[in-house]
């Protein structure tokens, strides 16, 4: 892949891709400690218009610290973040946000009692001012968020019905409509499957390929390999703090993903953990990943 490249004295020299192929988002050996601790070290990464990047990872990988950089809660310490070539460091989430970057979290900024439509326009422009708002503009911005969201394909009965009446992952819909009616270019999704079954998954993996259609740039982050296989251009995989593969749909199975995530993070961390807890070394355990045998066998042969 050709790439963006840094002089010698750290000075961004211009992109010489075409531009449809310039990403809107791009991180470049990027890096953030917090004091002695270091989150993220070296991660590169690329956001383009119309594809999900997906971010994976076990628990306190990094993903949360990479996108609090893009999203404007906290700041880089090492490497470089450019927004439409352009190095950036955000110092609040309304810059990222001027810049087209919304973030939608796993626990939504929304209010569960109030309406849907209310909702959908919270904290814009639309609804400030003095309340109540005009009838005519009652029915306006109802009539908007129904017609938003049935642009993605969520029907609702009613705009009147409290938000939190809907399931978890219409709510998600929902905050992502809403995310691209006020013009995100890039949407930032913490993990939107996670507290979900499989149904309410497929109704949000769904509103992302549709987000993906519509040309805005996805940054995916979740735990789950299906998940990011179904919707995923590219595929990131962080460990602790540090980028392990970082591969294209053409370059990994899923097969290939999931080993990766289970096979190689999980077991190497699971291994980890419970050589702590036997007080022996790592390589003392069975390699095989059978965790029941006696310490210093392999599980071969056992009857
Ligand atoms: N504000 C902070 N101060 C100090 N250390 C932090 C801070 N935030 C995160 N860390 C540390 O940075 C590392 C990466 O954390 P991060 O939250 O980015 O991981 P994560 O992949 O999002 O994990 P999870 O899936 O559990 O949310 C962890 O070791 C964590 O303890």
């Not at 439409?84 to 955000?90: A, C, K, N, Q, S």
């Not at 809403?178 to 996670?194: K, N, Q």
């Amino acid at each position: 892949m050709t790439s963006n490249s840094t002089g010698t004295h750290g000075a961004v020299l211009k992109d010489t891709r075409p531009a449809d192929e310039r990403p809107v988002i791009e991180l470049k050996a990027a890096g953030k400690s917090y004091g002695n601790i270091r989150a993220l070290h070296g991660v590169s990464l690329e956001v383009h218009p119309g594809k999900v990047t997906c971010v994976l990872g076990d628990n306190g990988a990094g993903k949360s610290t990479l996108i609090k950089i893009i999203s404007g809660l906290h700041q880089h310490t090492e490497g470089e973040f450019l927004v439409d070539g352009e190095p950036v460091r955000f110092s609040t989430p309304r810059e990222a946000l001027d810049k087209g970057i919304a973030t939608v979290y796993q626990d939504l900024a929304v209010v569960p009692l109030m309406p849907v439509w209310r909702n959908f326009f919270l904290g814009s422009e639309m609804t400030k001012g003095p309340w109540p708002v005009r009838r005519l503009d009652i029915e306006k911005m109802k009539k908007t968020a129904d017609e938003e969201l049935r642009n993605m394909g969520i029907v609702l009965d009613d705009m009147e019905q409290p938000i939190g009446t809907l399931s978890g992952g219409q709510r998600q819909c929902v905050a992502i409509a809403r995310a691209v009616y006020f013009g995100a270019r890039v949407l930032i999704l913490d993990e939107p499957t996670a507290a979900l079954g499989v149904k309410q998954s497929g109704v949000v993996l769904k509103y992302i390929a549709a987000a993906r259609e519509k040309g805005l740039g996805v940054i995916f982050i979740t735990h789950n390999p299906h998940h990011a296989y179904m919707v995923g251009d590219h595929f990131s995989v962080l460990r602790l703090g540090t980028m392990e593969l970082s591969a294209s749909r053409s370059e990994v199975s899923l097969e290939e993903l999931t080993n990766h995530m289970a096979g190689g993070t999980e077991l190497a961390s699971l291994k980890h953990e419970l050589a702590q807890v036997r007080g022996v070394d790592v390589e003392e355990l069975p390699e095989d990943g059978d965790l029941t045998a006696p310490v210093g066998t392999s599980s071969e042969g056992k009857s």
